[in-house]
């Protein structure tokens, strides 16, 4: 058989990431490749690290996107800010806390997990009795905006308490950024790290990481090397921060920065109060929608993220049939539930450029059209007119 070129589709990307990519960020990319060291990339670069201090609300001088998609931006804060010993307290309320876990343990530190229920916030109480029975722990890590879920937490008080108790703090910030409040600075975060497939509207394969001025210290002090040689901060800064001065660490991703730095401008001109204010309002659009339908929300309330909608599964209905259905017929993407919630949730997202009226009115209306026309038990007639007069 020949093999010819891969043409995919034109999908509506509503799961939890990839989310939508805007046009204007695919363009960017398709822009010449130019050298990684020419002086105009260079100087790109340097615009990329400042709108990413915007994007974080930071002025931490290490601030840059690592190479490689959210789960390396999460191994970089590992590595670099765990020793071998260290004892490390990590907040499970989902999936993603699972792999913070598994990468204390790969750096030879000991994890010591906060449970939470999967579809709550991380309890800012069982962190402080934890802190309080673990008085030699380092490090506290936390995700966020739970993906697999769609709850977040109260990443502020968080961080105050983990202080208080002379521990660092590493955030997951992959869903959460540009869509709802992120603020490094202000909150005092110590390391933090993102992706730029979901709120940022980009394509997936870079993860914005910042760290302050403590998890530069702890760094600088640390008494065995980094283990792993790409992830090294003092490597890679030599590249990222190396001004004009800068030294070859690998081939940075020409293109895809090209369409970070347009995702960044983007936000700029957008504004991130505006953001935050476009996903919150979509969210409670499509919230009308699927509630006038019957579909619950898994999460209380005042935990839920605007940008990633997870909803029960109505008795009897297939999952993979409807999402099945979804896909070939309205080209429409939604998530499936991960981990313990696979088979129970669909999760819905509105994210980035996603996080539009259009995409919710397809979006109710095509899960109407499917549920009602394989018998599910949902009230018909009503999610259309319910988002358009949220969505007024
Ligand atoms: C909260 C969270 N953390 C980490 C990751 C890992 O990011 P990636 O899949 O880009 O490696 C994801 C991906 O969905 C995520 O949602």
């Given amino acids: ?145 739970e993906t697999s879920t769609g709850a977040q937490s109260d990443a502020k008080t968080l961080v105050e308490l983990s202080h208080k108790y002379d521990c660092l703090t590493i955030v997951d910030a992959v869903t959460s950024l540009g869509g709802t409040p992120v603020k490094v600075d202000e909150w005092q975060v110590d390391a933090i790290y993102s992706g730029t497939q979901k709120c940022l509207s980009c394509a997936p394969g870079l993860s914005p990481v910042s760290f302050g001025e403590r998890a530069l210290e702890r760094i600088a002090a640390r008494e065995s090397k980094v283990q792993s040689w790409f992830l090294d901060q003092n490597l890679v800064m030599g590249y990222w921060g190396g001004g004009a001065k800068r030294a070859y660490h690998h081939t940075a991703p020409v293109n895809t920065l090209y369409g970070l730095h347009e995702a960044l401008v983007m936000l700029q001109d957008e504004g991130l109060d505006n953001a935050w204010r476009r996903h919150q309002g979509n969210h409670n659009a499509l919230k009308a929608g699927l509630e006038s339908m019957g579909l619950e929300f898994i999460v209380p309330k005042e935990e839920r ?54 995409n919710i009115l397809l979006c109710v209306g095509a899960l109407e059209a499917v549920l009602s026309d394989m018998g599910a038990p949902i009230n018909t007639g009503v999610a259309l007119s319910a988002v358009q007069t949220a969505l007024k």
């Fill in 305 to 358: 993220l605007p940008q990633l909608n997870a909803v029960s599964i109505p008795e009897g209905v297939d999952d993979a049939a409807v999402r099945g259905r979804l896909l070939n017929e309205y080209n429409l993407e939604i998530g499936a539930g991960l981990g313990d919630l696979a088979g129970k949730v669909w999760r819905i997202g509105l994210m980035g450029h996603a996080s539009r009226a259009e």
């Fill in 1 to 145: 058989m020949e093999i010819r070129s891969f043409n995919p589709p034109i999908r509506t990307l509503m799961g939890p990431g990839p989310s939508d990519v805007h046009p204007r960020i695919l363009e960017a990319m398709s822009r010449p490749t130019i050298g990684h060291l020419d002086p105009l990339f260079i100087g790109m670069m340097e615009e990329v690290k400042q709108l990413l201090q915007y994007a974080f609300q930071t002025e931490n001088a290490l601030t840059m996107p690592v190479s490689a998609p959210g789960s390396a931006g999460m191994e970089s804060c590992f590595v670099n800010l765990v020793e071998p010993g260290d004892k490390v307290i990590v907040c499970q309320n989902g999936v993603f806390g699972g792999r913070m876990k598994e990468n204390v343990e790969r750096c030879g530190g000991t994890p010591v997990i906060v449970q939470d229920a999967w579809g709550r916030a991380v309890d800012p109480q069982k962190l402080e009795d934890a802190l309080k029975a673990n008085p030699d722990a380092k490090i506290v890590a936390f995700v966020h905006a």
